[in-house]
C-alpha cells in the first residue's frame, strides 16, 4: 500500500525536476527513494557521481550539481518536512565541492543550516590560525577554510534550492533557458509560502494578534495554544 509520504515525496521530486528543467534545461528524472523512515527526493543514478546535475558554462560541461532531501511527516503526520538537505556544487577538475549549502534539523553541534566554502584566503587564515593558537579546541583546522560553518536563516528561514540556481546563473554564468527567472520567482514563491504556513502553525497567537490588528475577527480553538518557539530561539550552533 502506497503511504501518504511516499505520494508527497514523489510529487515533490516531481516539482524539483521541472524547476531544474525550466532553469538549466536539463530534463533530469528526480526520483523519491525510501532511506529508512524517510524518502530522499534526488537526481536518479546507481552511483553518487550519476546522481548530479551537469552544469554548462557556453555548452561546456564544468561543474556538477548534486542534491538530495530527505523527507518525512511531521510530528501531527499531516505534513511534509524536509528534515535534512545536501546541495553542492562540484567542479570537474576535482572531487572537492566548491561550496555547499547543508540543512539538518537535529543538528547539534553546527548551526542547522549552513554553507561552507572548500577555497582559501589568507586573511581568512591568518585569522583562524591565530584563533587556533589561543584555543585549538574553539578552532581545530585553522588552514582549512570549509570547517567554517556560516549560519543562514535556521530551521525556517533557510535558502531553497532556488536561491542556489539562480546564485549559479546570474553569478557564475551557468548556461540557463529562456524563461528561467519567472521559474525561480514561481519555485521559491512555492517554498516561502510553505515556509510561512509552517510558521504560523508554531506561532498561532502571534499569527492571530497580527491579523487582529489589521481588523480580523480571530477565534482561538477551544484549547489552550503552545507556541512552537525552538526553531526560533536556538543558537546557530544547536538543533531543535
Request: hydrophobic fraction near 35%; charged fraction near 25%.
Amino acid at each position: 500500500m502506497t503511504s501518504d509520504l511516499e505520494v508527497r515525496s514523489r510529487e515533490f521530486a516531481g516539482e524539483i525536476g521541472d524547476v531544474i528543467a525550466a532553469t538549466l534545461g536539463d530534463h533530469v528524472q528526480m526520483v523519491s527513494v525510501k532511506h529508512g523512515d524517510r524518502y530522499v527526493v534526488r537526481p536518479d543514478g546507481a552511483t553518487k557521481k550519476d546522481q548530479r546535475i551537469q552544469l554548462h558554462v557556453q555548452r561546456q560541461h564544468l561543474a556538477d550539481l548534486a542534491v538530495a532531501v530527505f523527507l518525512q511527516l511531521d510530528h501531527a503526520g499531516e505534513h511534509l518536512k524536509a528534515t535534512r538537505t545536501d546541495i553542492a556544487v562540484y567542479s570537474t577538475l576535482d572531487r572537492t565541492p566548491l561550496v555547499r549549502l547543508d540543512y539538518l534539523s537535529d543538528m547539534r553541534t553546527d548551526p542547522v543550516c549552513h554553507w561552507q566554502f572548500h577555497g582559501e584566503r589568507g586573511a581568512f587564515s591568518h585569522l583562524l590560525a591565530i584563533a587556533h593558537a589561543k584555543d585549538s579546541r574553539q578552532v581545530s583546522q585553522p588552514h582549512d577554510l570549509s570547517s567554517v560553518h556560516l549560519p543562514v536563516g535556521g530551521e525556517r528561514f533557510r535558502p531553497c534550492l532556488e536561491d542556489v540556481l539562480e546564485m549559479l546563473i546570474r553569478d557564475c554564468g551557468v548556461d540557463a533557458v529562456d524563461g528561467w527567472q519567472t521559474a525561480l520567482e514561481e519555485g521559491r514563491e512555492r517554498w516561502r509560502m510553505r515556509q510561512f504556513r509552517t510558521t504560523v502553525r508554531d506561532l498561532q497567537q502571534e499569527a492571530a494578534d497580527v491579523l487582529e490588528k489589521y481588523g480580523w475577527a480571530v477565534s482561538p480553538p477551544g484549547s489552550d495554544l503552545t507556541s512552537h518557539l525552538a526553531p526560533y530561539r536556538q543558537s546557530p550552533t544547536s538543533g531543535s
